[in-house]
């Protein structure tokens, strides 16, 4: 059974940091594709990062240099290292899973349940 388990988002204040965390279970998670998505409040769905099963990373252009993803396939968990935080960067983010890195993919993939990030000014 497949399990995606998000944790440590929170509140924070602007300029601060937060690590995210996923936890996976029941596929190979070292050969998928792994991403962050966020949702901010009333607006759609967006890729924020994701890293291939070789370690290559892609980032939203409005989190890079803020924002570090990173995998542990031995514990078969993906994080996301959140800094220098800004008001817009609030919202839920989710965690998902995937063979093949690429939006379409991903929607097809295993997706985590979500963990909230609220950044104040």
């Not at 792994?34 to 924020?48: C, I, L, M």
């Amino acid at each position: 059974r497949v399990q995606v388990v998000e944790s440590g988002g929170g509140s924070v204040q602007a300029g601060g940091s937060l690590r995210l965390s996923c936890s996976t279970s029941g596929f190979p998670f070292e050969e998928y594709c792994v991403g962050w998505f966020r949702q901010a409040p009333g607006k759609e769905r967006d890729e924020v990062a994701h890293m291939d099963d070789d370690g290559t990373t892609w980032y939203a252009d409005s989190v890079k240099g803020r924002f570090t993803i990173s995998r542990d396939n031995a514990k078969n968990t993906l994080y996301l290292q959140m800094s220098e935080l800004i008001t817009d960067d609030t919202g839920v983010y989710y965690c998902a899973a995937s063979p093949i890195c690429g939006t379409v993919a991903f929607a097809q993939g295993y997706w985590g349940q979500g963990t909230q990030v609220t950044v104040s000014s």
